[in-house]
């Protein structure tokens, strides 16, 4: 099973990226728990600020280890702010 987390409650967003430029998902392995690289959850969260997206990862990663300690979890998929909207409206 993959949990999946909704970012929504990142910090100061930057100005939209084009649709190409950000990642579809960072995915993290329970079994093999490993921070994903700064840049790839900077870009996911559009955070141009170093410190804001150190401070998200830990954040996300935090979130990641308790869904992870859910029964039947092997992976979490973390999608960025409006996946959920999206997703729900139908758009890819």
Known sequence: MVAMINLGLAPAMALAAPAAA???DVVID???IRLP???AVAALLQIDN???AYRARARL???????CHRPGVARVRMLPPDAIERRNAGVN
Not at 61 to 67: N, Q, T, V
């Open 61 to 67: 990663m935090e979130a990641a280890k308790r869904a």
């Open 22 to 24: 950000v990642p579809a």
């Open 50 to 52: 170093f410190g804001q």
């Open 37 to 39: 690289s700064q840049r």
């Open 30 to 32: 329970c079994q093999q």
